[in-house]
């Protein structure tokens, strides 16, 4: 069973900056199956990159998902004061599809 | 538009049994599966497990098997998450999503609130 370990806890920047959020994985993920969301309060998630690079449909190319080895990053730039949100990653390449415990990014 | 339709929320008491469903709607038939995730509030996601519509394979999260039954009947793109026995723990939000293989969850229901109080 595949651990997704999300880092930090909080992200705390301003809007107009960059943000890097990591996803370390306890075991390699089949076929690079790396999903990140975003999900608002009182909001279902919604599917930013699969895949671990790919943006889904209507995400701005703020969003970038990258990977090195067992380690994912999403990374944002230019922070909009939209961004601010809780972000989750999760691996669906073998069962159970667990997901991250979530890094909150938050208004300094 | 694919649009996941979700039952609305209810209030149970512990023992009761309990059906959520969860609709697919502005899809065709085709090679996907639907899947459900937990989130207690204030707390992160939790992924239950998995349908395939058209054969019914399941995939569950060991966590919650036995526990709950994931269902589905592909004549009207519904799946089913079904509990015989609900506890006060069970108290949370349950999604529905649209998992497509190479995609994951990309498409998501609203949530339905399950409350389990004496």
């Known amino acids: 069973e595949i651990v997704l370990t999300q880092s930090p806890g909080t992200l705390s920047l301003s809007p107009g900056e960059s943000a890097s959020l990591s996803c370390r994985a306890s075991q390699r993920v089949y076929s690079s199956y790396l999903a990140w969301y975003q999900q608002k309060p009182g909001q279902a998630p919604r599917l930013l990159i699969y895949g671990a690079t790919t943006r889904a449909t209507g995400i701005p190319d703020r969003f970038s998902g990258s990977e090195s080895g067992t380690d994912f990053t999403l990374t944002i730039t230019r922070l909009e004061p939209e961004d601010f949100a809780v972000y989750y990653c999760q691996q669906y390449g073998d069962s159970p599809y667990a997901f991250g415990q979530g890094t909150k990014l938050e208004i300094k | 538009e694919v649009q996941v339709v979700q039952s609305g929320a209810v209030v149970k008491k512990p023992g009761e049994s309990l059906r959520l469903s969860c609709q697919i709607s502005?899809?065709?038939?085709?090679?996907?599966?639907i899947g459900w995730v937990r989130q207690v509030p204030g707390k992160g996601l939790e992924w239950m497990g998995i349908?395939?519509?058209?054969?019914?394979?399941?995939r569950y999260n060991p966590s919650f098997e036995g526990h709950v039954t994931i269902s589905a009947d592909n004549s009207i793109t519904t799946a089913y998450l079904q509990w015989s026995s609900l506890k006060a723990s069970d108290t949370a939000i349950y999604y529905c999503?649209?998992?497509?293989?190479?995609?994951?969850?990309?498409?998501w229901g609203r949530g339905t609130l399950v409350t389990v109080s004496s």
């Open positions: 349908i395939y519509p058209r054969d019914s394979e399941t």
């Open positions: 502005g899809y065709g038939l085709s090679r996907y599966w």
């Open positions: 999503a649209r998992h497509v293989s190479l995609a994951a969850f990309d498409v």
